[in-house]
């Protein structure tokens, strides 16, 4: 008899990756799986010809893509986050998020297989980071508030300007870091009579992004110190639940798309991946 079990039985790996004080990895990013989503649309094209008294359709190509959250080896809030951006207003920031990844494209081509071709979209990724993000902080009566693209001179614009984002401020040396400059392209205001004044940035990133950490590992930082890059697709396997025999997977070759990071001290600090699968999905 089938037996359904929860999540705990499950699992997520992806080879050619960071090792994880769990022994999970994750495509180049450190820390503890908690969850993972996986969707396989596919295509069914309108066959329905003239004279048709009823709807026809033709299967089309499929693809999957998904995410993956994870958490610090070692499980900490945002206690001890921070932003630092000396060109703009960062005082009493509550939260920020980081988002950094690469455009994926469609490479799917003619495959020479006669009856029987490829019936899944393929994906490259085009290695060009792109990062941008947003942080939260609350408003006091000294610090004046800046708005984005803080010159009325546009011949000698002051943005970009380098930023710091901290996962863990401690010192200013053994800390756990992302830096890099930063555009802001948006400011938002928030004044209700049962809060506390709020103002949002969103800022895009100009060049490169930076990952500093004093401790070696996933314990501390999602990522490997140095100039953050795209990994090459490579094996991720997804698995359902460990009780069967055998396990309940879903594996194939894919992309690591973006990557979201944020933090927060009244969450733990957590990441989000989201892939794209570069080829055929294999369930087993």
Known sequence: MAVITSGVNADATWTNTVDLPSG?????VGG?????TLNVPGLAHTATL????????AQGLRQWSGTIDVILGTARPGTSGQVEYSNGYAANVQS?????????VDVTKFENTGDAPN??????????????GSYQAMIDDTT??????????????????AAAFYLRRVDGVNDDDLTGSIIPTALGLSVTPDGLPVASYSFNGSGALTVDHAVTGGANHFLASGALSIAAASTLTLTSTTTSTPDRTYAGSAILE?????VNPNELISASLAFRGSSTLTIA
Request: hydrophobic content about 35%.
């Open 258 to 262: 973006s990557l979201t990071i944020t």
């Open 119 to 132: 019936y899944w979209t393929t994906f490259e990724s085009t290695n060009l980071l792109q990062w941008s």
């Open 24 to 28: 999970t990895t994750t495509a180049g």
């Open 144 to 161: 004046l508030l800046e708005s984005p693209g803080n010159t009325d001179d546009i011949t000698t614009p002051t943005e970009p300007s």
């Open 32 to 36: 503890n799986v908690r969850g993972w």
């Open 50 to 57: 003239l004279g048709n008294t009823s709807a026809v359709f």
């Open 96 to 104: 920020w998020t980081i988002t950094a990844g690469a455009p994926v």
